[in-house]
């Protein structure tokens, strides 16, 4: 909705100052103008538009796509998979559209195609992702996934053809130093630095979940492929789209979105062709009535079991509740001036109030994410959100000024505000006024 950068919005430090998803945003805009959408236009085609490329790249990487609807419906209902990742209208979802259409090309057309169109092909994809998404390191795991399945010349090929990839999208970038260099920080973050969980986002925190149910579900559908003949499995080591999930999965302990990213799109490739193998076995399956009281059941389990009332999916949220309502004469006062700070420790307020006023004149202290931020304000943040009372919320009241504002969710207003022992009034905090806003608190200075 603006052309104004990341750091000219966020509180941030310089070697985070790249856009990495630059590719979605320019599409976005090409898009908005193209067809004059406002903000909460280009978030429904955001959203319709992933979720669809998704579903139609897992249909392209299926051998037929009833296999694809079974092995998405009953991964879905088992694992509480996707639904929610699915309509959030974020560009991951390109790159796990890109996981299953090269492993159709790798583990499946490759000796239908000619090299030349399989590393085209390949290309072509992997400089979309690269632009698109951005996280092209990630894609490491690619070939190091056909490497331990004992495809060596094909894992050094894609090796190839990702750098190739990473280099092109860096041209395109017309900043190939700060490209390279903000993936190398991310990694570094990422996976060097101890940092309590808590204040993760939740994508870069460990899985956390007990998977008995995922590990009941697998077990059956071992035992049923097993007990047809249809599985070697035997040979599972050197299936590259199993081998592919299995690392992903064991690196979601450390990091939540391979599970989200690689590890699930790579399971429902591979279910969706055992499935399809597994088919021609039972006879009962070979009548349509079966077959079609089985993807209604499916279905509608799929959805009951991921069914959440609280969701704003399924609940209609208008426009007027989302963010605080500056514009209204009472609350003009409360808006933050031209070059403020808006204070919070919610990624909330960010999304909601950056989403209604993409032109507003001010910064966010705390945005999408909070190691892009200085290291002296994120230790600040930290220390607040470690021990959340009125006493410690001084670290920002004494480096406020008139234009900055310090936001909370109606929630956090009324519960965090606490010590050890006790609640703790927010008014306390002498240097500040608040007021009310719809479903926040907004303060200022006196």
Same mark, same amino acid.
């Given at each position: 909705?603006?052309?104004?950068?990341?750091?000219?919005?966020?509180?941030?430090?310089?070697?985070?100052?790249?856009?990495?998803?630059?590719?979605?945003?320019?599409?976005?805009?090409?898009?908005?103008?193209? @067809?004059?959408?406002?903000?909460?236009?280009?978030?429904? /085609? %955001? #959203?319709?538009? +992933?979720? $669809?490329?998704?579903? &139609?790249?897992?249909?392209?990487?299926?051998?037929?796509?009833?296999?694809?609807?079974?092995?998405?419906?009953?991964?879905?209902?088992?694992?509480?998979?996707?639904?929610?990742?699915?309509?959030?209208?974020?560009?991951?979802?390109?790159?796990?559209?890109?996981?299953?259409?090269?492993?159709?090309?790798?583990?499946?057309?490759?000796?239908?195609?000619?090299?030349?169109?399989?590393?085209?092909?390949?290309?072509?994809?992997?400089?979309?992702?690269?632009?698109?998404?951005?996280?092209?390191?990630?894609?490491?795991?690619?070939?190091?996934? @056909?490497?331990?399945?004992?495809?060596?010349?094909?894992? /050094? %090929? #894609?090796?190839? +053809?990702? $750098?190739?990839?990473? &280099?092109?999208?860096?041209?395109?970038?017309?900043?190939?130093?700060?490209?390279?260099?903000?993936?190398?920080?991310?990694?570094?973050?990422?996976?060097?630095?101890?940092?309590?969980?808590?204040?993760?986002?939740?994508?870069?925190?460990?899985?956390?979940?007990?998977?008995?149910?995922?590990?009941?579900?697998?077990?059956?559908?071992?035992?049923?492929?097993?007990?047809?003949?249809?599985?070697?499995?035997?040979?599972?080591?050197?299936?590259?789209?199993?081998?592919?999930?299995?690392?992903?999965?064991?690196?979601?302990?450390?990091?939540?979105?391979?599970?989200?990213?690689?590890?699930?799109?790579?399971?429902?490739?591979?279910?969706?062709?055992?499935?399809?193998? &597994?088919?021609?076995?039972?006879?009962?399956?070979?009548?349509?009535?079966?077959?079609?009281?089985?993807?209604?059941?499916?279905?509608?389990?799929?959805?009951?079991?991921?069914?959440?009332?609280?969701?704003?999916?399924?609940?209609?949220?208008?426009?007027?509740?989302?963010?605080?309502?500056?514009?209204?004469?009472?609350?003009?006062?409360?808006?933050?001036?031209?070059?403020?700070?808006?204070?919070?420790?919610?990624?909330?307020?960010?999304?909601?109030?950056?989403?209604?006023?993409?032109?507003?004149?001010?910064?966010?202290?705390?945005?999408?994410?909070?190691?892009?931020?200085?290291?002296?304000?994120?230790?600040?943040?930290?220390?607040?959100?470690?021990?959340?009372?009125?006493?410690?919320?001084?670290?920002?009241?004494?480096?406020?000024?008139?234009?900055?504002?310090?936001?909370?969710?109606?929630?956090?207003?009324?519960?965090?505000?606490?010590?050890?022992?006790?609640?703790?009034?927010?008014?306390?905090?002498?240097?500040?006024?608040?007021?009310?806003?719809?479903?926040?608190?907004?303060?200022?200075?006196?």
């Amino acid at each position: 909705m603006h052309e104004r950068s990341d750091s000219e919005i966020v509180l941030m430090r310089p070697e985070y100052s790249f856009d990495h998803n630059f590719g979605w945003h320019r599409f976005l805009r090409t898009v908005r103008k193209i @067809f004059g959408f406002n903000q909460k236009q280009v978030l429904y /085609f %955001s #959203i319709i538009f +992933l979720y $669809l490329l998704f579903h &139609l790249a897992g249909i392209i990487s299926s051998p037929h796509p009833l296999a694809w609807y079974f092995s998405f419906c009953i991964a879905n209902s088992f694992l509480f998979l996707y639904v929610n990742n699915l309509i959030m209208g974020r560009p991951f979802l390109i790159t796990s559209a890109a996981i299953m259409l090269l492993l159709r090309l790798w583990c499946v057309e490759k000796d239908c195609l000619s090299k030349k169109c399989l590393l085209l092909a390949s290309f072509f994809i992997l400089c979309a992702v690269c632009w698109l998404h951005g996280s092209w390191y990630l894609f490491l795991l690619f070939p190091l996934a @056909f490497a331990l399945a004992g495809r060596l010349k094909d894992a /050094f %090929s #894609i090796f190839l +053809l990702l $750098l190739a990839a990473a &280099l092109t999208t860096a041209l395109l970038s017309g900043d190939i130093f700060g490209y390279f260099n903000y993936h190398y920080n991310v990694t570094k973050d990422i996976f060097l630095k101890d940092i309590v969980n808590k204040v993760l986002v939740s994508e870069l925190r460990p899985l956390e979940e007990t998977f008995w149910v995922f590990t009941f579900f697998l077990m059956l559908i071992f035992i049923a492929l097993i007990s047809k003949k249809s599985l070697a499995w035997r040979k599972l080591h050197k299936d590259p789209a199993f081998v592919l999930w299995f690392i992903s999965y064991i690196g979601s302990y450390k990091v939540l979105r391979l599970w989200r990213d690689w590890a699930v799109p790579a399971l429902l490739f591979w279910l969706a062709w055992q499935l399809y193998i &597994l088919y021609p076995k039972f006879v009962l399956l070979k009548k349509k009535g079966v077959v079609a009281f089985l993807a209604i059941f499916l279905g509608l389990n799929s959805w009951i079991v991921n069914y959440n009332a609280k969701s704003p999916f399924f609940t209609f949220v208008p426009p007027k509740e989302i963010g605080c309502d500056f514009l209204s004469p009472e609350n003009k006062p409360w808006m933050p001036d031209s070059g403020g700070m808006i204070y919070a420790v919610e990624m909330e307020i960010y999304y909601d109030n950056y989403f209604r006023y993409p032109h507003g004149d001010w910064k966010y202290y705390l945005a999408f994410e909070q190691e892009l931020m200085p290291e002296d304000n994120l230790k600040q943040l930290r220390a607040i959100i470690s021990d959340f009372t009125a006493e410690n919320l001084k670290r920002w009241t004494d480096k406020m000024k008139p234009e900055d504002r310090m936001i909370f969710s109606e929630k956090h207003f009324n519960e965090y505000f606490k010590t050890r022992s006790e609640k703790k009034d927010p008014n306390e905090i002498d240097a500040l006024e608040w007021k009310k806003i719809d479903k926040y608190y907004v303060g200022k200075l006196k």
